[in-house]
T-cell receptor, first 112, second 113 residues
Framework: GNSVTQMEGPVTLSEEAFLTINCTYT??????LFWYVQYPGEGLQLLLK?????DKGSNKGFEATYRKETTSFHLEKGSVQVSDSAVYFC???????????FGKGTRLHILP | NAGVTQTPKFQVLKTGQSMTLQCAQD?????MYWYRQDPGMGLRLIYY???????DKGEVPNGYNVSRLNKREFSLRLESAAPSQTSVYFC????????????FGQGTRLTVV
């Protein structure tokens, strides 16, 4: 079945550091890929998405590129802020059914 | 814009008690989902509903039942709660189609003692 694997956390960085959170997937067909963010005490909200190979999703300084050859969708940000501290989830949605499958989440701590 | 509304926000149950978690969305979405979130396990799909009148099992359906009452509402029922069902439960919805964003409720924190 479809699955998403993302790097385990927590990840702790200093403010203005470069961020990478790795995500790889297994899926039949041509999935769409997403990054969601969860701030403390809240539900998940969409950060960015990409719907086909080589697409780059971007939002709030975060970027991720849909790499079909490596089945990856790594999240990057050039200079993180304290306000980026949250849990980040990689997810996929298959064109075969309506299920949205999530990775286990990566907790990010940014130190001032 | 209410989006996805879940009730209650917090609940404590005794083992063996039953309860229903309510979820409603006002975005005219076709698809609705119930997930549970546990430390180190991420979000796991319990049940989903692709349209009014249809429901399907997800990864962890045992111990739960669902009802898609109408297009707006999708409830999750625990018939006989167990401590293993202590978790945070999230309801979500989206328009049908793989490219569409899912919108989440604020979650229900359930403790079974």
């Amino acid at each position: 079945g479809n699955s998403v694997t993302q790097m385990e956390g927590p990840v702790t960085l200093s403010e203005e550091a470069f961020l990478t959170i790795n995500c790889t997937y297994t899926a039949t067909g041509y999935p769409s890929l997403f990054w969601y963010v969860q701030y403390p005490g809240e539900g998940l909200q969409l950060l960015l998405k990409a719907t086909k190979a080589d697409d780059k999703g971007s939002n709030k300084g975060f970027e991720a590129t849909y790499r079909k050859e490596t089945t990856s969708f790594h999240l990057e940000k050039g200079s993180v802020q304290v306000s980026d501290s949250a849990v980040y989830f990689c997810a996929l949605s298959s064109n075969r059914d309506d299920k949205i499958i999530f990775g286990k989440g990566t907790r990010l701590h940014i130190l001032p | 814009n209410a989006g996805v509304t879940q009730t209650p926000k917090f609940q404590v149950l005794k083992t063996g008690q039953s309860m229903t978690l309510q979820c409603a969305q006002d975005m005219n979405h076709n698809s609705m989902y119930w997930y549970r979130q546990d430390p180190g396990m991420g979000l796991r799909l319990i049940y989903y509903s692709a349209s009014e009148g249809t429901t399907d099992k997800g990864e962890v359906p045992n111990g739960y039942n669902v009802s898609r009452l109408n297009k707006r509402e999708f409830s999750l029922r625990l018939e006989s709660a167990a401590p293993s069902q202590t978790s945070v439960y999230f309801c979500a919805s989206n328009r049908r189609g793989q490219n569409t964003e899912a919108f989440f409720g604020q979650g229900t924190r359930l403790t079974v003692v």
